[in-house]
């Protein structure tokens, strides 16, 4: 079996192409190959398979209205994450899937070109640009609408390094993750995200837990400017996580109040991407995701027992 290893701005992925959707993998065999010690390595594992032939690519694919074919497939992320368990969309991965396909000959994407990829979180579109890759990412909302609305928090949050649970504010991109503010990069880099946060009340399919400090000044030049550090659900720290980094400059924006802006450089262990926000006509807000993607190598594996 012939993978790719790619890397989005530091989160990691084993990339496998399986157009037929052949390949059974256990969520066992996927944490085998995920592990940093007796595997390849990475944050997640992602198939590239043609949309109607997977029973979750194929019940995205009929929300759409869209078509696939054998003559003409659209491509289903079937995303895992390190763990082995379903994860339901990746913004890094869907950079690194968008430049995968492209490696493989399975697509033609030439910068200004957009391409449309199926999650279990919907449909995105992934457009070329000159700095690497921009997904559309869908609407931001609050998990707790009723909360949030009140309060600009709906729950608390203890770390390893912190003295006591902090504030938080949760944010579904498609899946879920909590975002809590620390008053400076000491208390950022003093945080031990081996140990999962803990989250008080937990959302119910669990949530990712984003850090951030805002930037002194938080806007120059209509740029906001965010640093993050992330425990991701099923995996532990990684070096970013695209959805997360939506997550965290939506929350940041809601805080911001009267500074908000719609575009944000948000920097994470592994690199910086931009978030970017576009109203729409029923109130809702669309976000944009860019940043680049990179294949580091390729092999074969066997799966002995």
Known sequence: ????????????????????????????????????????GADGLILAVAAHQSDDGAAVLSETGLTSTQEAPLWFMDYRNGDGTKAEMCGNGVRAFAHFLIAERLVELHEGDSLPVLTRAGLRTVRKVREGYAVGMGVWSFIDPEM?????????VQATGLTDPRPALSISMGNPHTVVALPDHSALEGLDLNNAPKVEPVPPNGTNVEFVVPAD?????????VSMRVHERGVGETLSCGTGTCAAAAAV???????????????????????RFTARTDNAEDVELSGPAVLTYSGELILEG
């Open 1 to 40: 079996m012939r993978f790719t290893k790619a890397q989005a701005t530091g989160n990691d992925f084993v990339m496998i192409s399986d157009p037929g959707a052949a390949l059974e993998l256990s969520s066992a065999e996927v944490a085998r190959l995920c592990d940093r010690h007796f595997g390849i």
């Open 148 to 156: 949030a609305a009140e309060s600009a928090s709906d729950s608390l």
């Open 217 to 225: 000044p938080l806007v120059a030049e209509g740029v906001g400017r």
């Open 253 to 275: 924006r809601v805080w911001a109040g009267a500074d908000a802006v719609d575009t944000w450089q948000v920097s994470v262990p592994g690199g910086e991407v931009t978030v």
